[in-house]
């Protein structure tokens, strides 16, 4: 009997060693969503102790997202305790998720982790500590969630917003109703119509009413739609439209730019910027920071990016994943995409890379600069 | 003598090929389009692309590991699945391996893979291996 009890128990912590495997392995990414479900379904302390172990092994890097996300399902203290530990991790791949898997277990003992993180550089980090304190009713936190309604980001903005107004407080739906005219285009893509989607989505519960407005349309087909939700809400809040913090303030986009550069990191965080037409450098995507850069200016950086465009584009480089730089070179009326992953920045791409710094620090300040550069050294080719 | 000549001839000779499949634009939204549960039975609307030769449009999911020359990717349906951090659920990629001898770098845009859609819901055990596949695919330039 008790062999058999022995057996049984050897054969389910071999299994439980398989899953967490499976969830975490880099060259089997199909199997990630399926070995989590099966540990959530299987929960119980002998799987929290085997990821505290698998992590000893291996480190947090090890981890991946969706395993990372799924611990938010296991309540267990050395679960919350890692979780904690991963958000701590300023090297950590998926700091934002870690925070988010944390506000899921809706921890009172982690309040402070998430005030703190309401100033964290992470916009993903910031977005998800709101969440976690609107989870632990954390009203005192109210303040500090409204000034995060002039965030640089949607993302931060509208949760502040959805929170503000689970705690009672309507004040951000002003934030939301503008997003709706929300243009935001980086080159091919978009990204205005997903802004538009998360805040109709929200607004449309809480009005029970759908305005008629399709996100997805033209803006033309859009307007009626529009300016019934606009009505809908002046009939709550005469004088909306000034209590729309400045950033998040939708501006007529019709510039042309001459170069982009985009820089995407799991690791450290986004960070954009664009030069035009008429020599302005251009930062962010969703809030635009516009600053005339001199001609001496302008000519030190058409010779850096001179540079930059003898490299093959037509082949990535570096390592594969979701950190990356993508320069957008213009080729007569079209775009040309250099695509650079981890450590695999050509040498001529690094005098651009250096020169850029000063110029961000001179037209933007210290912040701007320590956001540009705090993703720098990922890419720059191994020796 | 002269008519068996001919006979010969003629049966001697390679059969004209067959006509070309005619090559479809996969809708590959409606792959996606429905919440996958375990071993169910797909939607009419995902099992008519079995067998079919397509022209499937989406995006290449950025595995670790050097991003040229593959040989083998994960064609994925939407942006939001490829390329920043998220993994793509069952019913959200097809698994593509290229023909013998071919290869192709990854590519942040959109790409165009042409092949023969198998919908198969691959198990190996308790684990499910997959459920849409293309053999033998060419990526179009």
New interface residues.
């Given amino acids: 009997m008790i062999l058999v009890a022995l057996l049984l128990l050897q054969e389910a912590s071999s299994k439980i060693a398989q899953e967490i495997e499976?969830a975490n392995a880099?060259?089997k990414?199909?199997?990630?969503?399926?070995a989590v479900r099966?540990l959530k379904d299987r929960g119980g302390p002998a799987v929290a102790e085997a990821i505290v172990a698998f992590v000893a092994k291996n480190g947090h890097n090890a981890l991946?997202?969706?395993f990372t996300e799924g611990l938010g399902s296991l309540k267990d203290d050395r679960i919350t305790a890692l979780l904690r530990e991963l958000v701590r991790d300023k090297d950590f791949?998926?700091r934002p998720t870690a925070l988010r898997a944390l506000a899921e277990l809706a921890d009172k003992s982690s309040r402070d982790e998430f005030r703190t993180a309401l100033g964290d550089k992470l916009w993903g980090c910031r977005a998800a500590a709101v969440l976690a304190l609107e989870r632990l009713d954390d009203r005192d936190s109210a303040p500090r969630i409204r000034d995060l309604l002039g965030d640089d980001i949607y993302d931060v903005r509208a949760q502040a917003a959805k929170t503000l107004h689970a705690f009672g407080d309507a004040s951000g739906l002003p934030v939301l109703v503008e997003a709706l005219r929300a243009n935001t285009v980086w080159f091919d893509?978009d990204y205005g119509q997903s802004t538009r989607e998360d805040a109709w989505t929200f607004l449309k519960k809480i009005a029970k009413d759908d305005f008629g407005y399709k996100p997805w349309e033209s803006a033309e087909e859009r307007a009626p739609g529009l300016v019934r939700a606009e009505a809908w809400i002046a009939k709550t809040m005469p004088g909306w439209r000034e209590k729309v913090p400045e950033k998040a303030r939708v501006r007529a986009e019709a510039v042309e730019y001459e170069f982009g550069f985009e820089r995407?990191s799991?690791q450290r965080g986004d960070f954009f910027f664009r030069v035009d037409r008429e020599g302005n450098l251009v930062l962010g995507y969703f809030t635009l920071e516009k600053a005339a850069l001199t001609p001496e200016e302008l000519r030190d950086f058409n010779a850096a990016l001179a540079k930059v465009k003898t490299i093959d584009r037509?082949?990535?480089y570096?390592?594969?994943?979701?950190d990356?730089e993508?320069y957008y070179v213009r080729t007569g009326n079209r775009f040309e995409?250099l695509?650079i992953?981890l450590q695999g920045r050509p040498a001529a791409a690094e005098p651009f890379v250096r020169m850029v710094p000063e110029l961000i620090r001179k037209k933007f300040g210290e912040r701007a600069l320590e956001e540009f550069t705090r993703s720098t050294d990922l890419f720059r080719m191994s020796e | 003598m002269k008519r068996v000549a001919w006979m010969i001839l003629l049966l001697g000779c390679p059969k004209p090929p067959a006509p070309p499949a005619a090559v479809e634009t996969l809708a590959f939204q409606s792959l996606g389009a429905f919440e996958y549960q375990d071993k169910m039975k797909l939607p009419d609307d995902v099992t008519k692309w079995n067998g079919k030769l397509v022209n499937a449009t989406g995006f290449m999911?950025?595995?670790?590991?050097?991003?040229?020359n593959l040989t083998s990717f994960?064609l994925v349906k939407d942006?939001a699945s490829c390329?920043?951090?998220?993994?793509?659920?069952?019913n959200h990629?097809i698994?593509v391996k290229l023909k013998a001898g071919q290869k192709t770098?990854?590519?942040?845009?959109p790409v165009t893979v042409r092949g023969v859609l198998q919908v198969d819901d691959r198990w190996d055990g308790?684990?499910?291996?997959?459920l849409y596949w293309m053999d033998g695919a060419e990526v179009m330039k």
Avoid: A
Wanted: charged fraction near 20%; aromatic fraction near 16%; charge should be positive.
């Fill in positions: 499976y880099k060259d990414p199909q199997f990630h969503v399926q099966k991946s997202i969706t791949f998926w893509i995407r799991c037509s082949v990535p570096g390592q594969g994943g979701c990356f993508q995409k695509w992953g | 999911n950025p595995v670790m590991g050097s991003p040229r994960l942006r390329c920043f951090g998220k993994r793509p659920q069952i990629f698994e770098d990854y590519s942040p845009d308790d684990w499910q291996v997959g």
